[in-house]
C-alpha cells in the first residue's frame, strides 16, 4: 500500500471512530434524561399521594363542621324552649 492508498483508509478510520465516539457520548446523554423522567415520574406520584391525602383530610374537616353545626341548631332549640 502505497502513501496514497494510506491516507484516505486512515481519514475513513477517523471519521468512523469519530461517529462512533459522539454515538456513545450521546447514548450517555439519553440515559441521563431517561432516568430524569423516571424522577419525575416519581415527584408527579408523590405529589398526588399528598393531594389525596389533602382532600381526604378536608372532607372529614367538611363532615366535622356539618357535625358541630347541627349540634349548635340542637342546643339553640333546647335554649328557645326554656
Request: charged share 30%; glycine share 4%; proline share 2%.
Amino acid at each position: 500500500m502505497n502513501p496514497q492508498q494510506l491516507v484516505p483508509f486512515i481519514g475513513a478510520t477517523v471519521s468512523i471512530g469519530g461517529i462512533i465516539f459522539q454515538t456513545g457520548k450521546h447514548a450517555d446523554k439519553l440515559e441521563f434524561l431517561w432516568s430524569k423522567v423516571e424522577a419525575q415520574e416519581k415527584k408527579e406520584e408523590y405529589m398526588n399521594t399528598t393531594l389525596y391525602e389533602i382532600k381526604s383530610d378536608l372532607k372529614t374537616l367538611s363532615h366535622d363542621i356539618e357535625s358541630i353545626k347541627e349540634d349548635i341548631c340542637e342546643i339553640k332549640n333546647c335554649w328557645k324552649k326554656k
